[in-house]
């Protein structure tokens, strides 16, 4: 192998357990959870306000934390939305440098 080659070597096992812990997914589920969680306190916190004359103390904490993490699951998916990017970005400078190395040809195996 020339240098070269073992420098795209290199680049590819770096890219490769990179991508090998997806962040992205992480940031999807903690979004998805919270959301699921603010509309459950959301829907609690409506039922206080609803069956209440006088708005309990409660309720209003339960606003707040409905609001919270509302906030947290927009930002958690924001920032997910961010990695996937720069995941796709590095997916595809892996596929290019296996391109590169002929590593998914089958010809290159073959014996001339």
Do not use: C
């Not at 240098?3 to 997806?22: D, F, I, V």
């Not at 959301?35 to 459950?40: D, G, Q």
């Amino acid at each position: 192998m020339n240098a070269e080659t073992q420098n795209l070597h290199e680049q590819l096992e770096r890219l490769q357990e990179a991508l090998s812990t997806r962040q992205s997914t992480l940031h999807f589920a903690h979004a998805g959870v919270s959301l699921v969680v603010a509309l459950i306190f959301g829907g609690a916190t409506a039922k206080l306000f609803w069956d209440s004359a006088k708005a309990p103390y409660v309720a209003w904490l339960g606003l707040a934390l409905t609001v919270g993490l509302a906030v947290y699951s927009l930002v958690r998916y924001r920032k997910g939305r961010t990695v996937l990017a720069d995941e796709l970005v590095r997916y595809e400078t892996m596929l290019e440098l296996r391109r590169r190395l002929r590593l998914d040809d089958p010809t290159a195996l073959l014996p001339r």
